[in-house]
């Protein structure tokens, strides 16, 4: 285990790595975007859009030579064999903190098309991530409470609007959509207030992905679920770039996305409950997979 301060060194460094290689990335993707506006022509769109991933891709890859220079936690993944650069996912995870987009994007990058986060509109104002993620056709969601839509009924299937324009431009080249169900990190506060009845897990939201399933129509096809696991707990993202964290747990698998889960989630009531059923089943299965994570002895 690493000394305080070298702790301290370390995590310095690694954030002045994470910045100037945001920065240096931020720029040709900015230029590029810049063009994809100016040349809105199918070719040209299409040319630009995989030079934009291509950069975002890079981006990962200098990230995660900084991970394994300092720190360098052991990352064990199961299942990602039979995965494609070449195919349209759904990518669904547990989410505890923002180490978990760390971990996401060093294991799947350069084995599924580059990860494309649905973000919250706020997001956008972050410096640096915001253009980036901007430029990089990331999909910003403007979420209505229930309250919200109470007292202004007309807004009501905005946020549906919002979710088809931003999954329309991924029709065009393959692309994995990445959603977190809980709609927020996990932490036992949050977990007593929603009386979740699952163990390590909060009560998955149905709605994005079956939105996202629909405006897609049927391209987004097969469905990437990754659970991830902290052995030493679920650590803050200082303590995974200055060294804390010595091992990372990941378990994905794979599985067609039926026809039969694709359709009008807000007015079908029958398909609604039907939806919620098959997240329902994939969280129980996660549910237990992390309690078999935590079962296990710890590996050295």
């Known amino acids: 285990m690493l000394s305080i301060f070298t702790q301290k060194v370390a995590g310095a460094i690694a954030f002045l790595c994470y910045l100037f290689n945001t920065i240096f990335w931020l720029i040709p993707i900015l230029i590029l975007s810049f063009l994809k506006t100016l040349l809105p022509f199918t070719a040209a769109t299409k040319v630009l859009s995989q030079l934009l991933d291509g950069c975002a891709s890079n981006w990962i890859s200098v990230n995660g030579i900084t991970q394994k220079v300092i720190g360098n936690p052991t990352i064990q993944v199961n299942g990602t064999e039979g995965l494609s650069l070449n195919k349209w996912y759904m990518v669904i995870s547990n989410h505890q903190s923002w180490v978990d987009i760390l971990v996401l994007q060093r294991v799947?990058?350069?084995?599924?098309?580059?990860?494309k986060f649905f973000l919250k509109k706020e997001l956008i104002f972050v410096p640096f991530m915001g253009l980036a993620?901007?430029?990089?056709?990331?999909?910003?969601?403007?979420?209505?409470?229930?309250?919200?839509?109470?007292?202004n009924p007309h807004m009501r299937g905005k946020d549906i609007e919002t979710t088809k324009k931003a999954c329309a431009k991924f029709k065009h080249k393959p692309v994995s959509v990445m959603n977190f169900v809980e709609?927020?990190?996990?932490?036992?506060?949050?977990?007593?207030?929603?009386?979740?009845?699952?163990?390590?897990?909060?009560?998955?939201?149905?709605?994005?992905?079956?939105?996202a399933l629909d405006a897609m129509n049927g391209q987004l096809d097969t469905l990437v679920d990754v659970t991830i696991y902290y052995p030493q707990g679920i650590p803050t993202f200082w303590q995974f770039i200055s060294g804390?964290?010595?091992?990372?747990?990941?378990?994905?698998?794979?599985?067609?996305?039926?026809?039969?889960?694709?359709?009008?989630?807000?007015?079908?009531?029958?398909?609604?409950?039907?939806?919620?059923?098959?997240?329902?089943?994939?969280w129980v299965n996660k549910d237990q997979a992390l309690t078999k994570l935590k079962q296990a002895p710890l590996n050295d």
Do not use: C, E
Request: aromatic share 16%.
């Open 133 to 151: 993620w901007w430029a990089l056709d990331f999909p910003f969601m403007k979420r209505y409470s229930k309250k919200f839509l109470a007292n």
């Open 108 to 115: 799947l990058n350069g084995k599924i098309p580059f990860l």
């Open 244 to 282: 804390q964290v010595q091992q990372v747990q990941v378990q994905v698998s794979t599985q067609n996305i039926s026809s039969h889960y694709i359709g009008d989630y807000l007015n079908d009531k029958a398909f609604q409950a039907d939806f919620q059923h098959w997240i329902n089943a994939l």
């Open 183 to 211: 709609g927020t990190r996990f932490t036992q506060h949050k977990h007593s207030q929603q009386a979740s009845t699952f163990n390590h897990l909060l009560k998955p939201k149905a709605g994005g992905i079956a939105f």
